[in-house]
């Protein structure tokens, strides 16, 4: 086994990486933006931050993380400990939507968000290529929908041994 090879010492073979390092290795400088002079200023104009993507969609992550805070009060709910705890979680949840809640808010109108029909026909383009609907639903959605099943499953597995 490789443990007993390195508690050893005598099985690995030590190699020196200043002899084998390529001499000619030469890191390229980073390329600094071109600087502006003073009093220069750029104008920043607002993009739609998902430009293919439904509302209906961002309805369905909130109700999925609702289910569960929901799942998360059913199972642990009783104690002033629990309760404690189920409330933070559920001021998590509030400031985790409030934020792209926000950039949604300040986003400019001019363009047209896909109807939920024309989303599934589509699909989204993503950073690593073309998504069908439902990979993009199941990506979005997994997290939460994992996580109600599991404390679900463990509040259940607590009231049968309790």
């Given at each position: 086994?490789?443990?007993?090879?390195?508690?050893?010492?005598?099985?690995?073979?030590?190699?020196?990486?200043?002899?084998v390092?390529?001499?000619?290795?030469?890191?390229?400088?980073?390329?600094?933006?071109?600087?502006?002079?003073?009093?220069?200023?750029?104008l920043?104009?607002?993009?739609?931050a998902?430009?293919?993507?439904?509302?209906?969609?961002?309805k369905?992550?909130?109700?999925?993380?609702?289910?569960?805070?929901?799942?998360?009060?059913?199972t642990?709910?009783?104690?002033?400990?629990?309760?404690?705890?189920?409330?933070?979680?559920?001021l998590?949840?509030?400031?985790?939507?409030?934020?792209?809640?926000?950039?949604?808010?300040?986003?400019?109108?001019?363009?047209?968000?896909?109807?939920?029909?024309?989303?599934?026909?589509?699909?989204?383009?993503t950073?690593?290529g073309?998504?069908?609907a439902?990979?993009?639903?199941?990506?979005?959605?997994?997290?939460?929908?994992?996580?109600?099943?599991?404390?679900?499953?463990?509040g259940i597995?607590?009231a049968?041994?309790?």
């Open positions: 086994m490789r443990h007993e090879q390195i508690l050893a010492r005598d099985g690995i073979n030590e190699l020196d990486i200043a002899a390092w390529p001499v000619t290795a030469q890191l390229a400088p980073f390329p600094l933006p071109d600087i502006a002079g003073p009093g220069v200023r750029h920043q104009i607002a993009t739609q998902m430009p293919d993507m439904p509302a209906a969609v961002g369905f992550v909130v109700i999925a993380y609702a289910a569960l805070i929901a799942t998360l009060a059913f642990a709910a009783g104690t002033r400990e629990s309760n404690f705890m189920i409330a933070i979680a559920a998590f949840v509030v400031m985790f939507f409030s934020v792209p809640r926000i950039f949604l808010a300040v986003e400019p109108k001019d363009g047209i968000r896909p109807s939920f029909n024309q989303f599934m026909a589509n699909g989204t383009k950073l690593t073309h998504n069908s439902k990979a993009a639903l199941v990506q979005i959605l997994i997290l939460p929908v994992a996580l109600s099943v599991a404390v679900l499953a463990m597995a607590a049968i041994i309790l």
